[in-house]
């Protein structure tokens, strides 16, 4: 029911920006709440930011807050995630996903997307 398809990953150096986008092909997101999370190797997954179903709210972790900016475009199925001025703490395995709980994310009906590599170079 819910198919999420990550793009936009890629290597970048230190300082620049990068934008990723995630969609649902199935257009079952647009009644709830997505996220981006975060894994690098020998870590667990970290939340990264979130968005509510219809875009008004969102929220960001400590350690990426004023530097990346979650968005959702008008048909709900898609969002993105705009990285600006990025460190090397920031590369990880980046996943889009849908919490099919509640229109704010909880986590507790969470669906994943397979994962997109963001590399951040000195």
């Known amino acids: 029911q819910v198919h999420l398809i990550e793009s936009g990953g890629g290597l970048v150096q230190a300082g620049g920006s990068m934008r990723l986008s995630c969609t649902d092909s199935?257009?079952?997101?647009?009644?709830?709440?997505m996220g981006w999370f975060r894994q690098a190797p020998g870590k667990e997954r970290e939340f990264v930011a979130s968005?509510?179903?219809?875009?008004?709210?969102?929220s960001y972790d400590s350690s990426v807050k004023g530097r990346f900016t979650i968005s959702r475009d008008a048909n709900k199925n898609t969002v993105h995630l705009q990285m600006a001025n990025l460190k090397p703490e920031d590369t990880a395995v980046y996943y889009c996903?849908?919490?099919?709980?509640?229109?704010?994310?909880?986590?507790?009906?969470?669906?994943w997307g397979q994962g997109t590599q963001v590399a951040v170079s000195e």
């Open positions: 996903a849908v919490d099919r709980q509640s229109g704010v994310w909880l986590g507790t009906r969470a669906h």
């Open positions: 199935e257009g079952t997101a647009s009644a709830y709440a």
């Open positions: 968005i509510s179903w219809d875009g008004d709210n969102t």
